[in-house]
């Protein structure tokens, strides 16, 4: 399960806006009787990418699970133009990709077209919950940058690779550098500790 | 010059499931288990329909003989795959599987080979048809001619 859910904690998803898109009719239904399991109430259902464009610019939307394969284009391309619509909030939206036939290049695809994560099917409820799950606990930054447009695609914090600077405003080094300052000694750490009366 | 922007959004899909009410995950995905195999009847049907569909592309696509139709086999086969490990049809999910492997690796390199595609179709449409009655022994046969033809036809791919 999630990070901070147990299977015994209450999750409410009947007021979500979720959009489901998958090109294939069965394939549709499965999806949308699994959110309506999850109690998401009336689900926009998309064969095509056109019609989940218009979702998009319709109406604001909690949750999207795009299939790699739409009616009249692939997934990948409906999340790029999604995460650059500038349609906010749809455009910051958490999006599951979900795929068939699946090879490596296909993850790092939706992985760099902006998908919030990708999982491969056959997807059992029990798993999706568990997505789901985890992306209510996501605190990833969003991107924007001529390249990648989307979530941060790092899911840890483990600083920049070792001997390089990092790109990031608040990436730290590994390396710790040499004090800059006195060390404090042991009363000074002890008086931080200690209780002590103050006039206000 | 390039702009890199990084910033914080809002989780609203977080936002809204605090809302009070709802259920247990674990009765969510109870839920959503019963109503996925309440739909069950009516998708297997379906696979039989695009099954069919599917002899029907290849056939379209041996005629012609050229690769156009691979792509449409392909996304078909994927749409089966995803029926079929739905419902743990897992032999229809491995042949269906299989199929996109070659038709893949048919368009985008070599010329299709459409004996290993025919034989591929015939076996998902006979798993198909035979939906949950398929006997272990015998989509077991029908899987292992499978694997022979897709290691002759694509023997460098995984």
């Not at chain 1, 909030?89 to 068939?100: D, E, H, R, S, W």
């Not at chain 1, 998908?115 to 606990?137: C, D, E, G, Y």
Request: charged residues 25%.
């Amino acid at each position: 399960m999630g990070a901070n859910q147990s299977k015994y904690e209450r999750v409410n998803l009947s007021t979500a806006e979720v959009l489901l898109a998958c090109g294939d009719t069965e394939g549709l239904n499965i999806l949308a009787e699994m959110f309506a399991g999850f109690g998401v109430h009336t689900p926009r259902r998309c064969l095509t990418g056109a019609e989940a464009r218009t979702a998009v610019q319709e109406r604001v939307l909690n949750l999207m699970v795009v299939d790699a394969a739409l009616a009249d284009e692939e997934g990948y391309d409906f999340i790029s133009w999604l995460r650059r619509s500038e349609t906010a909030p749809n455009c910051y939206a958490p999006v599951i990709l979900v795929t068939g036939h699946t090879k490596p290049s296909q993850i790092f695809r939706g992985r760099d077209a902006g998908a919030s994560f990708v999982v491969r099917k056959p997807v059992a409820p029990t798993v999706m919950m568990q997505r789901i799950l985890w992306l209510l606990n996501d605190q990833r930054k969003f991107v924007t940058s001529p390249g990648y447009c989307g979530p941060d695609r790092r899911l840890k914090a483990i600083g920049p690779p070792a001997g390089e600077k990092g790109r990031r405003h608040d990436d730290l080094s590994a390396e710790v550098g040499a004090a800059t300052t006195p060390n404090l000694d042991q009363d000074m750490i002890d008086a931080m500790f200690s209780p002590k009366a103050v006039s206000l | 010059m390039s702009t890199v922007r990084i910033f914080a959004v809002e989780n609203q899909l977080a936002r809204v499931v605090e809302a009070p009410g709802g259920k247990t995950v674990d009765e969510h995905v109870r839920a959503a288990t019963a109503r996925i195999e309440g739909v069950r009847d009516a998708s297997l049907a379906s696979l039989v329909q695009k099954s069919e569909a599917l002899a029907a592309l290849a056939a379209e696509g041996r005629a012609a003989g050229s690769g156009d139709a691979l792509g449409r086999i392909y996304d078909l086969s994927n749409a089966i795959f995803g029926i079929a490990g739905a419902f743990d049809l897992q032999p229809l999910a491995e042949a269906t599987f299989s199929l996109c492997d070659l038709a893949d690796g048919f368009r985008s390199g070599g010329s299709a080979n459409w004996a290993a595609i025919d034989v591929h179709v015939d076996g998902i449409r006979l798993l198909a048809i035979l939906g949950d009655r398929a006997g272990e022994a015998g989509a077991a046969s029908i899987l292992e001619g499978l694997r022979r033809v897709r290691q002759r036809v694509l023997p460098a791919s995984g």
